[in-house]
């Protein structure tokens, strides 16, 4: 069983940056990897990024790839995604999931195991 609980989120205008944090419990976080999703209104959830258990992979929806950044520190149980260069589209809840395994996924079907969101709104 993996907790996953996020923070950071918040109001921040365009073009400014937030960096979001997903805490883990348990000891074996380790050979979790970890995906971060987001949800806006009306619309279904999507894969942001995500991140092998090791922290040597990463892998970006073409969204928000060189504007966000996904890392990793275990000896925290920590997984974060330092975004940049908000955009209004930005808006959403965004999520941080994970699963047991080497292979990282964009698919949120093949996570186990999600945290409860955290809300981030970009203004214009």
Same mark, same amino acid.
């Given at each position: #069983? +993996?907790?996953? =609980?996020?923070?950071?989120?918040?109001? *921040? #205008?365009?073009?400014?940056?937030?960096?979001?944090?997903?805490?883990? %419990?348990?000891?074996?976080?380790?050979?979790? +990897? +970890?995906? &971060?999703?987001? #949800?806006?209104?009306?619309?279904?959830?999507?894969? +942001?990024?995500?991140?092998?258990?090791?922290?040597?992979?990463?892998?970006?929806?073409?969204? =928000?790839?060189?504007?966000?950044?996904?890392?990793?520190?275990? /000896?925290?149980?920590? *997984?974060? *995604? #330092?975004?940049?260069?908000?955009?209004?589209?930005? /808006?959403?809840?965004?999520?941080?999931?994970?699963?047991?395994?080497? %292979? =990282?996924? %964009?698919?949120?079907?093949?996570?186990?195991? &999600?945290? !409860?969101?955290? !809300? *981030?709104? =970009? %203004?214009?």
């Amino acid at each position: #069983q +993996v907790l996953l =609980v996020e923070s950071g989120g918040g109001l *921040v #205008q365009a073009g400014g940056s937030l960096r979001l944090s997903c805490a883990a %419990s348990g000891r074996t976080f380790s050979y979790y +990897v +970890v995906g &971060w999703f987001r #949800q806006a209104p009306g619309k279904e959830r999507e894969f +942001v990024a995500t991140i092998s258990a090791s922290g040597l992979l990463t892998y970006y929806a073409d969204s =928000v790839k060189g504007r966000f950044t996904i890392s990793r520190d275990n /000896t925290k149980n920590t *997984v974060y *995604v #330092q975004m940049n260069s908000l955009k209004l589209e930005d /808006t959403a809840i965004y999520y941080c999931a994970a699963r047991h395994g080497i %292979s =990282v996924s %964009s698919a949120s079907r093949e996570y186990d195991y &999600w945290g !409860q969101g955290t !809300q *981030v709104t =970009v %203004s214009s």
